[in-house]
């Protein structure tokens, strides 16, 4: 005795239809869009190398375009900059350059000038890599300095070249005396120099006289020691401001550019002793709500 669903499998395994669809093969919905010819699918090729049939340009339909590759970064202006530079310094790598005491010495735009020149928010770090491009380019040897590099160099220039500016350089008197000029904290000195026995006055009294400190007096006439010319020239010196400590280290800055106008050679000397450097260092304002500059007063809960 056989089951209901094994005479229903019987039944549909003799039916003629279903043996013609087992004989299809599975894939039969691939083989049928193959066999069917594309001609009557497709449409035939478009040729876009002519015109014919196509509507005529409009205003409506076009794509702006920008002008610099650069234009969907953060900072185009700076992209494109520094691009232009990369590409001149590729184009001109090749040329001679020169020592650096041998071209001339170029203030470049600082960087809230090159932010106020181009409009965008640049970065130091970023601003760095142009001025590193410049000074190679800026090496190139004068004589062989191409037109370009040249245009493109004056624009990062600043306005005004603060190594253009020589100072005058002190004469020595009818008199023998050299003229210096020195200043420090809140005083200023102006000393003169000439070849004498080794005397000092400061404001018309001695060297003891003036400083009570042994520093002080050591730091007046530190110039002199360091090139061992205490015994040779005779110092007249007129302080004025500040304290004991400023008044001397002036002192030390006028002495040692007054021995300049009589002996240039001493230079590298004086610039080891530290007597040609001008010290910036001042005492710190005292600040609204603070007892000095920085201290803050006590904290106290109640």
């Not at 280290?249 to 006028?254: K, Q, V």
Request: hydrophobic share 35%; charged share 25%.
């Amino acid at each position: 005795m056989q089951c209901t669903s094994c005479l229903r499998r019987l039944q549909a395994y003799k039916n003629p239809k279903r043996q013609l669809r087992m004989l299809k093969p599975t894939n039969s919905r691939r083989s049928l869009a193959t066999t069917i010819s594309t001609a009557t699918i497709a449409a035939p090729p478009i040729d876009f190398t002519s015109t014919d049939g196509l509507p005529p340009p409009s205003s409506r339909n076009a794509r702006l375009v920008p002008a610099s590759p650069s234009y969907f970064s953060a900072t185009p202006a700076y992209t494109d900059n520094l691009l232009s530079l990369q590409s001149l310094l590729r184009k001109h790598q090749s040329l001679p350059t020169a020592l650096p005491t041998q071209v001339p010495r170029i203030a470049w735009r600082t960087l809230p000038q090159y932010k106020m020149l181009r409009g965008e928010l640049v970065k130091a770090s970023k601003y760095h890599k142009i001025i590193e491009i410049l000074r190679r380019l800026n090496r190139i040897h004068p004589a062989l300095m191409p037109q370009e590099v040249a245009a493109t160099l004056e624009i990062y220039k600043r306005d005004v070249n603060p190594f253009a500016n020589v100072r005058k350089p002190s004469m020595i008197d009818q008199d023998g005396r050299a003229f210096g000029v020195g200043r420090r904290k809140a005083s200023t000195a102006r000393v003169y120099l000439v070849e004498g026995e080794g005397e000092v006055l400061v404001n018309g009294k001695s060297l003891n006289h003036a400083f009570a400190r042994i520093h002080d007096r050591e730091s007046a006439i530190w110039a002199l020691k360091a090139t061992g010319r205490v015994d040779k020239y005779n110092v007249w010196a007129l302080v004025e401001g500040g304290g004991s400590t400023g008044q001397a280290e002036s002192i030390t800055l006028g002495l040692a550019r007054a021995l300049l106008v009589h002996e240039p050679l001493l230079k590298p000397a004086l610039r080891r002793a530290g007597c040609i450097t001008r010290d910036v260092r001042k005492v710190e304002r005292k600040k609204p709500g603070k007892l000095k500059a920085r201290k803050m007063p006590a904290w106290v809960k109640r």
